[in-house]
């Protein structure tokens, strides 16, 4: 089945620190890739999403590009801020089925 | 964006009692929901799919006796969770999807801690 690996936390960053944070996934036919945030005390949220090879999914000034050849979707963020701490998952799959990672725990720190 | 809601969002129990979960759709019509299940630092696990008027689709290895599953309306789905024992201790979280297909966005619940004692 699929199964999506993504890099353990917690993740500490000063603010306006770059972020990375890792994922790859294994995944029959041509998934959609996800990446979802939980915010302390609420439900998850889609951040950003690509849906074919080469795609760029953009929000909030995060970036993340679907690679096929090294099957990853890294999450990327130029200048984090103290908002952006929370859980961040990445996900494999369609509307009708989701394969999460473990979930990352930011915490940026002024 | 759209708003789901669980309540209740953390619940004691004994072992062997029952503890039902609610999952609203607050503004608007969900035709599918989804039940979740997360353990400390595991990822979410897809316990089942949920359709309006119809039975719930159990994902492997999960047991339907065990977590009823109920969409009577299109505006919630509970999740009962019968003769309960400290190994069902967890997170719950709930989904759900707007449209018809499989083009609709997912919203999530915040999510239901349970803890049998």
């Known amino acids: 089945g699929d199964s999506v690996t993504q890099m353990e936390g917690p993740v500490t960053l000063s603010e306006e620190a770059f972020l990375t944070i890792n994922c790859t996934y294994t995944?029959?036919?041509?998934?959609?890739l996800f990446w979802y945030v939980q915010y302390p005390g609420e439900g998850l949220q889609l951040l950003l999403k690509?849906?074919?090879?080469?795609d760029k999914g953009s929000n909030k000034g995060f970036e993340a590009t679907y690679r096929k050849e090294t099957t990853s979707f890294h999450l990327e963020k130029g200048s984090v801020q103290v908002s952006d701490s929370a859980v961040y998952f990445c996900c494999t799959g369609t509307a009708s089925k989701l394969t999460f990672g473990t979930g990352t725990r930011l915490q940026v720190t002024l | 964006g759209a708003v789901v809601s669980q309540h209740p969002s953390w619940v004691i129990c004994k072992s062997g009692t029952s503890v039902k979960i609610e999952c609203r759709s607050l503004d608007f019509q969900a035709t599918t929901m989804f039940w979740y299940r997360q353990f400390p630092k595991q990822s979410l696990m897809l316990m089942a799919t949920?359709?309006?008027?119809?039975?719930?689709?159990?994902e492997q290895g999960v047991e339907k006796d065990k977590f009823l599953i109920n969409h009577a309306s299109l505006t919630l789905s509970t999740l009962t969770v019968t003769s309960a024992h400290p190994e069902d201790s967890s997170f719950y979280i709930c989904s759900a999807r707007e449209r018809t297909g499989d083009t609709g966005e997912l919203f999530f619940g915040e999510g239901s801690r349970l803890t049998v004692l």
């Open positions: 690509a849906t074919k090879a080469d």
């Open positions: 995944a029959t036919g041509y998934p959609s």
């Open positions: 949920s359709n309006e008027g119809s039975k719930a689709t159990y």
